[in-house]
C-alpha cells in the first residue's frame, strides 16, 4: 500500500497564492498518476487537477492552479494563485498506478489518498 503526506495549506487572504506537497514514500513515483482533490464543508469531492503523462485541470482552477512533480524526491505539488473563498476546502493529495485517461478526473480511479491539509481563503 501507499501511504501520502499533504502539507502546505493555511489561511490566506483572496489573491493570495499557496503551494501544497504531497509525499509519496516506498515507490517508484513515475510509475503513478498524481490527482489533487478537495472538498468543501457540505459539497461532494471535487477534482482539481491530476498528472499523468501531462497535466489536467478542472475548469474552476486552470489558469489559476498549476500541478508539477519532482519523481527524484516522490513529491507532487499544485501551484494555486488568486485564490478565492471558494477555493476553501480540504485538499486531498491521491495515486494510482492504473488509472485510464476516461477516468482520470474521477475519484473512484484512486484507491490510495492523503489526509488532507486545509486551504482557507478570508474575503
Known amino acids: 500500500q501507499v501511504h501520502l503526506v499533504e502539507s502546505g495549506g493555511g489561511l490566506v487572504q483572496a489573491g493570495d497564492s499557496l503551494r501544497l506537497s504531497c509525499v509519496v514514500p516506498?515507490?517508484?513515483?513515475?510509475?503513478?498518476?498524481v490527482a489533487w482533490l478537495r472538498q468543501a464543508p457540505g459539497k461532494e469531492r471535487d477534482f482539481v487537477a491530476a498528472y499523468k503523462s501531462r497535466t489536467y485541470y478542472s475548469d474552476s482552477v486552470k489558469g489559476r492552479f498549476t500541478i508539477s512533480r519532482d519523481n527524484s524526491g516522490n513529491t507532487a505539488y499544485v501551484r494555486m494563485n488568486s485564490l478565492k473563498p471558494e477555493d476553501t476546502a480540504v485538499y486531498l493529495c491521491?495515486?494510482?498506478?492504473?488509472?485510464?485517461?476516461?477516468?482520470?478526473?474521477?475519484?473512484?480511479?484512486?484507491?490510495?489518498w492523503g489526509q488532507g491539509t486545509q486551504v482557507t481563503v478570508s474575503s
Open positions: 491521491a495515486v494510482s498506478s492504473t488509472v485510464i485517461l476516461s477516468a482520470i478526473r474521477s475519484q473512484a480511479a484512486y484507491a490510495c
Open positions: 516506498g515507490v517508484t513515483f513515475n510509475r503513478y498518476t
